[in-house]
């Protein structure tokens, strides 16, 4: 799979929490992929019976520096090639589903974002991890994964385990959250508890409030299947399993040798039942 251009969708799905009223009327026009017959500015806002000025404001609530920049990202992000073979429509739709996430994914991915949390993770002396519901699955994915190559880490599903966690936080401590939404309070405030304790806190969701630059040191964006075309028939953890892989792909590049042979160390204990000195 080669991936050429990032997707303008996945900017607008993490910024919609924000717009006002006018502004997702917007955000609907491009997120069902329209056509528009003329890209330019005036055109668009003739269309959709706004103002440019909002169209900007549009824009950079999205995270570009204006509307050219924006619409440039959304023409290459048009382009979608559908696989002709005798696939059934149901099989079709699912391919297609993680297809899209994939995408965005790489769209959402800052590289520069990921080496820092990466070495976040190599300096902490101890990571906690939590979330709730589907998310706890994936908080429990990601201690087993980063375990077995020697981490420290545990991981929490539990309300009120998750606050008394929080409460003994250290500065060396590494916090990580898990929320597809963004907004849960017993999420939020053990976050903001483990900050307020010295501990670096980093939140995975799909939706960015501007509430979390105050409790959270990395913020990183994953895809939502809220706007996606049958996104009920995937997995709702599936777009944080993929950040969990990349953040272990990441985490493994620092002292990979030794990284190694923990892993196989872990693996042939599992599977023998012994451990090697």
Do not use: W
């Not at 906690?128 to 994964?145: D, H, K, T």
């Not at 969701?205 to 028939?233: A, F, K, M, R």
């Amino acid at each position: 799979m080669q991936y050429k251009e990032k997707s303008a969708i996945p900017y607008i799905e993490a910024a919609y929490s924000t717009f006002t009223a006018t502004e997702k009327e917007v955000a609907k026009y491009f997120l069902k992929g329209t056509v528009p017959e003329d890209f330019s500015l005036k055109s668009i806002a003739v269309e959709l019976a706004v103002s440019e000025a909002t169209l900007v404001r549009f824009a950079k609530k999205c995270g570009f520096k204006g509307f050219r920049e924006f619409i440039y990202q959304y023409e290459k992000s048009l382009v979608a090639n559908k696989p002709t073979e005798n696939i059934t429509e149901s099989s079709l739709q699912v391919l297609d589903a993680y297809q899209d996430l994939l995408t965005k994914s790489y769209s959402l991915i800052n590289e520069e974002q990921i080496c820092r949390i990466a070495v976040m993770i190599s300096e902490a002396s101890k990571v906690f991890v939590g979330g709730i519901g589907s998310s706890g699955y994936a908080a429990r994915e990601m201690a087993y994964r980063f375990m077995r190559i020697g981490l420290s880490i545990e991981a929490f599903d539990d309300f009120d385990m998750m606050r008394m966690i929080a409460v003994f936080r250290k500065p060396d401590d590494l916090v990580v959250g898990l929320s597809l939404s963004g907004n849960r309070d017993v999420m939020l405030d053990y976050l903001r508890l483990s900050r307020e304790r010295g501990a670096k806190t980093i939140l995975i969701t799909c939706n960015q409030y501007d509430y979390h630059n105050n409790i959270c040191d990395e913020i990183v964006l994953v895809p939502s299947l809220i706007h996606l075309n049958h996104g009920n028939l995937i997995s709702p953890q599936f777009p944080l399993l993929v950040m969990i892989d990349i953040l272990y792909a990441a985490y493994m590049r620092y002292n990979r040798d030794e990284k190694q042979r923990l892993h196989d160390e872990t693996l042939r204990a599992i599977e023998t039942g012994t451990i090697t000195e």
